[in-house]
């Protein structure tokens, strides 16, 4: 739980929300051919098809959304996912939303610990539906490092923005580093030692969660931009 500082402020409302949906759909709009193209060497050629279709979708959903506070707006969201979004990545993206929204409860605001525990439990959620670890080379290789860079910076002392940003550079290294495994899970893993020497679309999709995560930050009213 909280344990004092910046952290405790509870700062990050349904706007903050609203612009992470919307950057990530963003992110995901312009990086969605070359997302389908790493599908098509490991997979089949649909994840940057099925990402943006789903966060068009989501887009639409946060028009009928306006009154609605931060913990509704992710579950709805991760709903349309979960039932809207053909392949492995939708419902797995859409359960994590949920659990990120049912983590953060009925409450207007929340802060960064509380964004830290709906982030664990998104983790623990597409961990539970898709059984991956760590290194089967899948979202879960760039969700993992990335929630862990955020605890760290927070127990830094870190601001949202520079505990986005280490969760970014974070997530973006485990895409990376998914590159000389061998798939474990997933289409992908039907291919054997031919999925190796290619990064998973999967994780590069998660490390764009999180670049939209820290535009969403730094965008707020009132932040500066220090780095
Ligand atoms: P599909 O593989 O059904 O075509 P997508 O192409 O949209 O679905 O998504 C593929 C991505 O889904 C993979 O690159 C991988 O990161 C992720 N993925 C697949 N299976 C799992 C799983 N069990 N756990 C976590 N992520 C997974
Ligand atoms: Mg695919």
Not at 108 to 137: H, M, N, P, T, Y
Not at 150 to 176: H, I, K, N, W
Request: with cysteine; charged share 20%; net charge negative.
């Amino acid at each position: 739980m909280a344990t004092g500082g910046a952290s405790d402020d509870k700062s990050l409302d349904s706007s903050f929300v609203v612009g992470w949906i919307r950057e990530l759909a963003d992110q995901i709009r312009g990086q969605r051919d070359y997302l389908t193209q790493l599908d098509a060497a490991i997979g089949d050629a649909d994840h940057g098809i099925n990402m943006d279709r789903g966060m068009t979708m989501a887009v639409a959903r946060l028009g009928e959304m306006t009154e609605a506070r931060p913990g509704a707006i992710l579950v709805s969201i991760g709903d349309s996912l979960v039932l809207g979004v053909g392949g492995a990545a939708g419902p797995l993206y859409g359960t994590g939303l949920r659990s990120l929204g049912k983590a953060l409860g009925d409450e207007d605001c929340f802060g960064l610990e509380d964004l830290l525990a709906g982030l664990r439990s998104s983790l623990q959620a597409i961990q539970s539906l898709g059984a991956a670890s760590v290194g089967d080379k899948t979202i879960v290789d760039a969700f993992a490092p990335a929630v862990s860079a955020f605890e760290r910076a927070l127990r830094a002392g870190g601001d949202v923005v520079s505990a986005a940003t280490r969760a970014r550079e974070a997530a973006e290294e485990g895409a990376r580093s998914t590159i000389p495994l061998q798939a474990r899970k997933g289409r992908a893993s039907y291919l054997g030692p031919r999925s190796v020497g290619h990064q998973d679309p999967g994780a590069t999709s998660t490390a764009l969660v999180f670049t939209a995560l820290e535009r969403a930050a730094a965008a707020r009213p009132g932040v500066v931009e220090t780095q």
